[in-house]
């Protein structure tokens, strides 16, 4: 199975607090999960990636935790802020080819 | 370094005529991708090359899409004849072999009527 499922469709979020997007994978093949912000307009802008060999990564304010034996990961945004709403898609393929599969896409609305 | 250039912006065609959109990739990126994105939803790939060989067209409507890659660097994607359902956004990505520095276009929106 290729689907790559996201929720929620959307979120809105105080300025501050934490926004969490979930993603789930069927392919056990996948061995790269980037996560893309997207502005109107704008094509997506590659945000953070991990591979299935950690379980964890952080940049900034921006984290992706993985679950391997569950086939899911998720983007937490901490602290967000009014520059972070966006539209957020999670994407699962492979590292050797380059292909990916992405999810349906979450708009964030960060309120001032 | 100068990023993936797409043209143009914005098209608005009738429904059976045929339409091209162009591609400049980053400069030494071997691999060029093409996708669809509908309107909410996720981009969805069409074409993936890799110099000026097909790697993947599986999910390309071969009876009214085509795509090349000449010379292995800029690119066309072309529609003939268009339908009302291939309104979307139509996106190009390059990335060198593997998908290190995998980085999007603006893309160009395309509108059937």
């Known amino acids: 199975q290729q689907q790559v499922k996201q929720s929620p469709q959307s979120l809105i979020v105080q300025k501050g607090g934490i926004s969490i997007i979930n993603c789930a994978y069927e392919?056990?093949?996948?061995?790269?999960f980037p996560w893309y912000q997207q502005f109107p307009g704008k094509g997506p802008a590659l945000l953070i990636a991990?591979?299935?060999?950690?379980s964890e990564k952080k940049e900034g304010r921006f984290t992706i935790s993985f679950n391997k034996s569950a086939k899911q990961f998720s983007l937490h945004i901490m602290d967000s802020q009014p520059g972070d709403s966006a539209t957020y898609f999670c994407?699962?393929?492979?590292?050797?080819?380059?292909?990916?599969?992405f999810g349906q896409g979450t708009t964030l609305q960060v309120k001032p | 370094e100068a990023g993936v250039a797409q043209s143009p912006r914005y098209k608005i065609i009738e429904k059976r005529q045929s339409v091209a959109f162009w591609c400049n990739p980053i400069?030494?990126?071997?691999?060029l991708y093409w996708y669809q994105q509908i309107l909410g939803q996720g981009p969805k790939l069409l074409i993936q090359?890799?110099?000026?060989?097909?790697?993947?067209d599986s999910q390309l409507p071969k009876d009214r899409f085509s795509a090349e890659r000449l010379k292995g660097v800029d690119s066309t994607l072309k529609i003939q004849p268009a339908k009302l359902e291939d309104s979307a956004v139509y996106l190009c990505?390059?990335?060198?072999?593997?998908?290190?520095?995998?980085?999007f276009g603006s893309g160009t929106r395309l509108t059937v009527v």
């Open positions: 090359f890799q110099n000026n060989g097909v790697v993947d």
């Open positions: 994407a699962a393929g492979s590292g050797n080819t380059g292909k990916l599969i």
């Open positions: 990505a390059s990335s060198r072999p593997g998908g290190d520095g995998y980085t």
């Open positions: 392919n056990t093949a996948f061995d790269y």
């Open positions: 991990i591979r299935p060999d950690v």
């Open positions: 400069s030494g990126h071997a691999t």
